[in-house]
């Protein structure tokens, strides 16, 4: 099945720049996805990316797919204290359902 | 914004008593799944269903696992007889296409005690 791999912390200093990453390995995937979790509560759909796209820009948010290495990272301008929280890449396999990361703690200090 | 109802959000059972959980999925959508997050840990999937059946499951969702679509707008997940490892948050997620735009609600902490 789908095996996607995230690392589990990040930390940055507020209005850095914060990029997550995330490898997966199935790459029959039609849409990527970026969620974001913060504490005690469920999971936000923050943005995604099409399987025939390199990259895909939401104001503060850049989503960079390489297909070749089965990569995809978030990037995350001018970041602040309300963006911590756990972000999940999620990518579909075969089945089209999703396959979480462990999640990446981003964690934004002043 | 359409979202994905949940209730209750938090619920604390006794080990061995059943659990039904409860999820109002978006109304046009057709395709509805349930994933769990054991503390500190992935999400991970349990089932999905579509057309009033279950079309995938994992090796998660065993017999003390059922789902249901007893209506046009509830979806259940019944716990038969808990146990102290499933307690998790539970996920209910649904989505208009198959592999496209996947709308979690809020989750239910289930905690067995």
């Known amino acids: 099945g789908e095996d996607v791999e995230q690392s589990l912390f990040l930390s940055v200093r507020e209005g850095d720049s914060s990029v997550i990453n995330c490898t997966y390995t199935?790459?029959?995937?039609?849409?990527l996805y970026w969620y974001k979790q913060e504490p005690g509560a469920g999971l936000q759909l923050l943005t995604y990316?099409?399987?025939?796209?390199d990259m895909k820009q939401d104001q503060r948010l850049t989503v960079l797919l390489n297909k070749k290495d089965k990569h995809l990272s978030l990037r995350i301008a001018d970041t602040q204290t309300g963006d911590s929280a756990i972000y999940f890449c999620a990518v579909p396999g075969g089945s089209y359902i999703p396959t979480f990361g462990r999640g990446t703690s981003l964690i934004v200090h002043p | 914004e359409p979202e994905v109802t949940q209730t209750p959000s938090h619920q604390v059972t006794q080990m061995g008593q059943e659990v039904i959980l409860r999820c109002v999925p978006i109304s046009n959508h057709l395709y509805f799944y349930w994933y769990r997050q054991i503390l500190g840990q992935k999400v991970e999937f349990l089932v999905s269903?579509?057309?009033?059946?279950?079309?995938?499951k994992s090796e998660i969702f065993d017999d003390q696992f059922s789902v249901e679509r007893p209506d046009g707008s509830n979806f259940t997940l019944k716990i038969r007889s808990t146990k102290l490892e499933d307690s998790a948050m539970y996920f209910c997620?649904?989505?208009?296409?198959?592999?496209?735009?996947?709308?979690f609600g809020s989750g239910t902490r289930l905690t067995v005690v």
């Open positions: 199935d790459s029959s995937s039609t849409y």
């Open positions: 997620a649904s989505s208009a296409r198959q592999g496209l735009g996947y709308t």
């Open positions: 269903f579509y057309n009033n059946e279950i079309s995938e």
């Open positions: 990316i099409f399987s025939n796209m």
